[in-house]
T-cell receptor
Framework: KNEVEQSPQNLTAQEGEFITINCSYS?????LHWLQQHPGGGIVSLFM???GKKKHGRLIATINIQEKHSSLHITASHPRDSAVYIC?????????FGTGTRLQVFP | GAGVSQSPSNKVTEKGKDVELRCDPI?????LYWYRQRLGQGLEFLIY????????KSGLPSDRFSAERTGESVSTLTIQRTQQEDSAVYLC?????????????FGQGTRLTVV
């Protein structure tokens, strides 16, 4: 059974700090998703990774297939980055979601 | 289309009314998934389609929930006699196929509020 674990569960940071959120999964997957859920509830797909590294603006996502681990990094964090970040692993059909990391960035 | 589209983006309905949520997947994607997230809870799987068929309906929370897909395209999630506990963000995703390793693409969700 595939399980997805995220850490930390909660994270607070000062504006400008570099942030890392980690995600581990237990079985081989086809893709790893990072999602962002805003306080209002809307969910945005940030990245979909099957290998290596992707970058979009201040966000960077990496995945290590051998270690079954992915990280989401936020550089120069800003209060508008405050949200819940969710990773989800994808096998052959449904996705398995982590419980999310609640990030608060203070000015 | 360019991405997965869900409508409406927000829906407020009175308890006891029926609602329909729509998902337009990426053209050519044969697999389609519905998830939901209730306030303060994690995302939960509801149902998936391979083509127009839904092999596994065990994730639907009650018999008030139903879903269909036509033309291997648009899918509708219907909730009958809505209850307050149905309030949630309903998320749709699609992928090229099941059974092969294909990435899934997400819509932005429908926020349903039952008052």
């Amino acid at each position: 059974k595939n399980e997805v674990e995220q850490s930390p569960q909660n994270l607070t940071a000062q504006e400008g700090e570099f942030i890392t959120i980690n995600c581990s999964y237990s079985v081989g997957i086809s893709a790893l998703h990072w999602l962002q859920q805003h306080p209002g509830g809307g969910i945005v797909s940030l990245f979909m990774l099957s290998s290596g590294k992707k970058k979009h603006g201040r966000l960077i996502a990496t995945i290590n297939i051998q270690e079954k681990h992915s990280s989401l990094h936020i550089t120069a964090s800003h209060p508008r980055d405050s949200a819940v970040y969710i990773c989800a692993s994808q096998g052959t059909d449904k996705l398995i979601f982590g419980t999310g990391t609640r990030l608060q960035v203070f000015p | 289309g360019a991405g997965v589209s869900q409508s409406p983006s927000n829906k407020v309905t009175e308890k006891g009314k029926d609602v329909e949520l729509r998902c337009d997947p990426i053209s050519g994607h044969t697999a389609l998934y519905w998830y939901r997230q209730r306030l303060g809870q994690g995302l939960e799987f509801l149902i998936y389609f391979q083509g127009n068929s839904a092999p596994d309906k065990s994730g639907l929370p009650s018999d008030r929930f139903s879903a269909e897909r036509t033309g291997e395209s648009v899918s509708t999630l219907t909730i009958q006699r809505t209850q307050q506990e149905d309030s949630a963000v309903y998320l749709c995703a699609s992928s090229l196929a099941l059974g092969t390793f294909q990435p899934a693409f997400f819509g932005q969700g429908t926020r349903l509020t039952v008052v």
